[in-house]
């Protein structure tokens, strides 16, 4: 037992992290908005050939008030809400359903740029999710219609039967277009010296308050 902990411990430690060259972030230039700055950091995660930029940890709590965590596909940003869509049946539909509150992370390890999303969650029109429904691939539709996302599965063998039998639908009124209404965000650039720029962006009344943070 210690033996693996120690050989995993010395193989964790020998990981090279926040590794240069990293981009330099000056915050005397950042938008007076922190969807633009988003989106420009965006097209510099896709400009560096990072694989999925647009995936993110969406953070919730569950009745408990423990926390839940797992990966979502960011779809769209209007304004200064971040969109993702799920079946709101899931654990995470059922989470948000009582605790309409969220964090998202995105993290782009080649550029070492962290970003964090707090806020209340609203749900889109249901045209609008259902056209996200149907932009879905057959098989995501299929999939998704069960609505048994996050169930118990007796095999692999149950998933393809089932999944062969059905016909993916034009509609699912259980899938939802759900969004984060940014009210704080902030942006974390990485330095190989640890001398790491952290710019928060705090929603008020009329305008983004911004605050530098120590690392
Ligand atoms: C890269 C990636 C993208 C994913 N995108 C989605 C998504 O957009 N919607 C979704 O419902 N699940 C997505 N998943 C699956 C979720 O991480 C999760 O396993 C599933 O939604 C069940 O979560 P829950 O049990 O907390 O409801 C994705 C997983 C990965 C790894």
Redesign the pocket.
């Known amino acids: 037992m210690s033996l693996v902990t120690n050989s995993i411990r010395s193989t964790l430690r020998g990981l090279p992290s926040l590794a240069a060259p990293l981009p330099a972030f000056d915050t005397s230039q950042a938008p007076a908005n922190p969807a633009a700055l988003f989106q420009s950091w965006l097209e510099n995660a896709i400009d560096a050939g990072l694989r999925?930029p647009h995936?993110m940890t969406l953070s919730t709590v569950d009745a408990h008030g423990r926390p839940?965590a797992?990966?979502?596909?960011l779809k769209d940003l209007t304004g200064a809400v971040w969109w993702?869509?799920?079946?709101s049946l899931?654990?995470?539909?059922t989470q948000l359903t009582a605790t309409p509150y969220a964090a998202l992370t995105f993290y782009w390890p080649t550029l070492g740029r962290q970003i964090r999303v707090r806020g209340a969650v609203i749900t889109a029109s249901s045209a609008d999710s259902a056209r996200d429904f149907l932009e879905r691939s057959e098989s995501a539709r299929t999939v998704a219609a069960l609505g048994n996302?996050?169930k118990p599965l007796a095999n692999a063998e149950e998933r393809r039967t089932v999944l062969s039998r059905t016909e993916p639908p034009p509609e699912c009124p259980e899938w939802t277009l759900y969004g984060v209404v940014g009210q704080e965000v902030e942006f974390w650039q990485g330095d190989p010296g640890r001398d790491h720029t952290r710019l928060r962006y705090t929603s008020t009344d009329d305008e983004w308050e911004r605050t530098l943070l120590w690392p």
Not at 70 to 73: A, V, Y
Not at 90 to 93: D, R
């Open positions: 999925e995936a839940d797992r990966t979502l596909i993702f869509a799920t079946h899931s654990p995470k539909g996302q996050s």
